[in-house]
């Protein structure tokens, strides 16, 4: 058990590195006078690459200071290159603005952080009620193509600083979107960390996140969309407000009864800060809104860390809805979190059912692994 940062203050700017550069299609630029730019390899607003390109800088540099002023700017198929920096504040992304793309000029998702602290129970400005959930997200994108690079999305909420407050889940990512891709990003944050979700119980949202590296304590990742998570970092968080175990759920899904297709973790791996056998796998989420939901989640050839309870990986999260009833699977995992003991506690795919919970079989034609 490694030993847990003092303050969430200052996560925006510590652990899980993003990885290696991606190429996405933009030549690099000539250095101008010698001086590197803040933009790296991407261009300048002085060396743009493209009409679509914007670029962001909080210091002034760029087209704007603030990720919501490029998006806006912007229109489909725009690229937002983003310097350097802390971006404090929300973001959304409406539905018409597709196929929009933002990276992180420097490569490096730690660099590069979008962080605000509402929570669900926090309340509005205006007075009309607190956020919600949906309304806690420091980013919102509802548009479909949608892709992001070597970014860090962040709700940096805490329940220690608001101790009467009962709504403590804080979003850090909401994507509703079909084909959204995340490659080398980061996702912090506590309770609701990433939700992984659709615009409305009738769409199938795709999505595909590739090299992240997600943490939480409750249900961090969760929603309805159908998404790929492959060669992912999951976090558990330890905590100070509770005396024992469990701490904590990584999955949380809710997937419509009749989408064939919800979560599927391949070759990933899940680390915890708690002490051994204090987080649960996961549990399903059945909503108010949506009570015909088979909440589903195959975790395959994945390193399950001694932060997982290996005896009872799975649990409720209501009573009616028991998680035997739902579809809940595993395949070829490894590590002591992964241990089979009990085995009516763990579902096992059969090599056959395996060739059904592939990348290529929950996204269909859409590739966005390749050319990364």
């Excluded at 730019?37 to 607003?45: D, K, M, N, T, V």
């Excluded at 929570?119 to 193509?145: F, N």
Aim: with cysteine; glycine share 12%.
């Amino acid at each position: 058990m490694e030993r847990p940062s003092v303050s969430r203050r200052s996560f925006v700017g510590a652990a899980a590195g993003a990885g290696a550069a991606l190429a996405v299609g933009l030549a690099p630029p000539a250095r101008a006078r010698g001086r590197r730019s803040p933009f790296g390899r991407y261009g300048s607003p002085r060396a743009r690459l493209n009409a679509r390109i914007l670029y962001v800088h909080p210091g002034g540099l760029g087209d704007h200071t603030t990720v919501q002023a490029a998006v806006d700017a912007a229109g489909s198929g725009y690229t937002l290159v983003v310097a350097p920096g802390t971006y404090r504040g929300t973001v959304a992304v409406d539905a018409a603005r597709t196929e929009m793309t933002w990276i992180g000029a420097s490569d490096d998702a730690r660099d590069v952080t979008l962080v605000h602290d509402n929570a669900a129970g926090t309340p509005k400005p205006d007075g009309s009620g607190t956020y919600g959930t949906s309304g806690s997200a420091t980013v919102t994108l509802a548009a479909d193509g949608f892709t992001a690079r070597h970014l860090t999305f962040a709700n940096d909420w805490l329940r220690a600083d608001h101790p009467g407050v009962s709504g403590t889940q804080a979003v850090a990512l909401k994507a509703q979107g079909d084909r959204s891709a995340f490659h080398h990003c980061r996702f912090l944050g506590h309770q609701d960390t990433l939700y992984a979700d659709t615009r409305a119980l009738s769409a199938f949202a795709r999505q595909y996140y590739a090299y992240c590296h997600v943490e939480g304590d409750v249900d961090f990742v969760f929603g309805r969309a159908t998404a790929v998570y492959e060669h992912c970092h999951f976090r558990t968080l330890t905590r100070t407000d509770l005396a024992g175990a469990p701490y904590g759920f990584v999955f949380a899904p809710s997937t419509a009864g009749a989408n064939p297709r919800g979560y599927l973790v391949t070759r990933s791996r899940v680390t915890s800060g708690a002490p051994d056998g204090y987080y649960k796998l996961a549990r399903p989420w059945v909503p108010s809104s949506d009570t015909t939901a088979r909440p589903m989640l195959t975790v395959r050839e994945t390193r399950l860390g001694p932060g997982v309870d290996a005896v009872a990986p799975y649990t409720n999260m209501a009573s009616g809805y028991p998680w035997q009833d739902q579809r809940f699977a595993e395949y070829r995992n490894t590590g002591p979190g992964a241990v089979v003991t009990v085995p009516e506690n763990r579902p096992q795919l059969t090599r056959a059912e395996a060739g059904a919970h592939t990348r290529e079989a929950y996204l269909g034609d859409w590739t966005p692994w390749k050319g990364r």
